[in-house]
């Protein structure tokens, strides 16, 4: 694959990713979650569950196959699937009814539900699988994890500055980023389940 196709790849997972874990619409659960502790707790937080979304999304890019293949599990019924999930995330940020969930401690709080299921959700499981099934080469990986690296640095400088991020833009600003989310994650979601359709007819036909 040559560099262009390269950068396209890492465009697309970078694309696809900040879309799926919408940043913007972390911040105010986030900050309703950490909101009062200090802000270094703050900090620790934030990169406590950045750390653990990219753990378990790691997991599911040099495991996946094999999950998949001992389940006998189809690429196209992954993307179907992934596809209706991601719709139905794009739904609720459509119409906010996304529930902001209660404080259990602080370790609980950066592992669920902010690394998982907030970050590392099924959406973001699913596209990392099927960019991975995808990839061709070595180079395709390789550019896969630098496109999530890239993803979950910004996921933490989202969340560490989150504070003076929501005193800047305010609740509306964060509130109209949110429903653009969604259309574009909506986009994503019907591509991929057109996609799964396209695949089933050439198997099946």
Do not use: C, W
Request: hydrophobic residues 60%.
């Amino acid at each position: 694959m040559d560099a262009t196709a390269l950068i396209a790849l890492f465009t697309s997972v970078v694309v696809t990713f900040f879309v799926i874990m919408d940043p913007l619409g972390t911040v105010p659960i986030f900050i309703g979650l950490a909101g009062k502790e200090k802000v270094k707790k703050q900090q620790q937080l934030a990169l406590q569950a950045v750390l653990i979304s990219f753990l378990v999304i790691i997991i599911f890019a040099l495991f996946g196959n094999q999950i998949l293949g001992f389940l006998d599990i189809s690429l196209p019924s992954l993307q179907a699937s992934g596809g209706l999930l991601l719709l139905l995330v794009a739904l609720e940020l459509l119409t906010g009814k996304d529930a902001e969930p209660a404080k259990t401690g602080d370790v609980s709080v950066a592992l669920v539900p902010l690394g998982t299921p907030l970050l590392a959700g099924p959406g973001a499981i699913a596209a990392t699988i099927i960019f991975v099934r995808q990839s061709q080469s070595v180079a395709d990986f390789v550019t896969i994890l630098l496109g999530l690296v890239v993803v979950h640095i910004i996921l933490y400088l989202f969340l560490r500055f989150s504070i003076p991020v929501m005193r800047i833009v305010g609740r509306g600003g964060i509130t109209v980023a949110t429903k653009l989310a969604g259309l574009l994650l909506a986009a994503i979601a019907v591509q991929m389940i057109v996609g799964a359709i396209a695949e089933f007819v050439k198997i099946y036909s």
